[in-house]
């Protein structure tokens, strides 16, 4: 049984107060049902909390198939530690991976995010947030909102400027025990799409410098914490921007393809952080 953060309030685009999912999202058909309030404490109180927010376009169904994977691949102790997959509207298909309207969004997401961990999780022994893509915006809000210290946060394909850990979430890094990022050079929709997205963000949010690159292609820039540790993904096998995470098809993925990227390198890079453990993946 999965539990979901659900800030979705409808199929496209609205973010609405958080409630909890539990079930089984790779059911035939999905068996997901709310939580009672009362029941939320009970889910993490002594535990290691571990919440993950998916990326941009990411629709309901694939969100909670992926998200329930990454679980599985995590290897979660049920004594020990409790998961959350955080349902945000990420969804909106548009040509740049921070379109204003989607940052926004992301943003709006996580400080309710932040607001739920603070009346809902409080008697969890500690906190921890892992994010892809447009996801770490949404948790790096969330820790900023928090009124209680963050044992770690692991940031994967990062789509936001490179130096936000010292410019807009310097905040939120300063209430982080731990920090880790995941980069590639090889991520093309960082490349291509971001740039052009991040101009317009900027002309309505002006929050950094412009023209700055992803932290999921460059890594974190910047006067950044010591307890910021970056990790870069070799260029072969190419791993690019959707490589990440499981994926949220309703069918058994399967195997990755010989010789090619495979996102369980990404979820025991995640697991290992969230255990304060040295990740292995990708070799130093």
């Known amino acids: 049984m999965t539990h979901f953060v659900n800030l979705r309030a409808g199929p496209w685009g609205a973010v609405c107060s958080p409630y909890v999912l539990s079930g089984d999202a790779l059911a035939t058909p999905m068996s997901l049902t709310s939580v009672n309030w009362e029941g939320v404490p009970f ?67 996580g400080a309710l995010l932040g607001d739920f961990c603070n009346r809902w999780l409080a008697s969890a022994a500690s906190i921890s947030f892992a994010s892809h893509s447009l996801g770490a915006r949404v948790i790096l809000e969330a820790i900023q909102a ?25 905040a939120a890094a300063a209430n982080c025990d731990a920090i880790r990022t995941l980069s590639s050079m090889q991520d093309l929709v960082l490349k291509l799409a971001f740039p052009a997205g991040d101009i317009f963000a900027d002309l309505l949010d002006p929050d950094h410098p412009p023209l700055e690159a992803a932290m999921g292609r460059a890594g974190p820039t910047g006067s950044y914490p010591s307890y910021v540790a970056p990790s870069e993904i070799p260029d072969s096998p190419p791993y690019d921007h959707e490589d990440y995470l499981p994926p949220g ?36």
């Open 43 to 109: 889910l993490v109180r002594g535990r290691n909390v571990l919440l993950v927010a998916h990326g941009f376009n990411v629709d309901f169904n694939s969100g909670v198939r992926s998200l329930q994977r990454l679980e599985a691949a995590l290897g979660i102790d049920p004594v020990r530690e409790a998961f959350f997959g955080v349902l945000w509207p990420g969804d909106w298909t548009i040509p740049a991976i921070n379109y204003p309207a989607e940052d926004r969004i992301a943003s709006h997401a």
């Open 146 to 170: 928090s009124k209680r210290r963050i044992r770690m946060a692991c940031i994967t394909a990062g789509a936001l400027n490179s130096a936000a850990l010292c410019e807009e979430y310097e």
């Open 249 to 284: 098809s309703a069918n058994d993925p399967g195997p990755a393809a010989a010789g090619g990227p495979d996102w369980r390198n990404p979820a025991a890079f995640v697991a290992k952080a969230f255990r304060s453990r040295a990740p292995g993946w990708p070799a130093t």
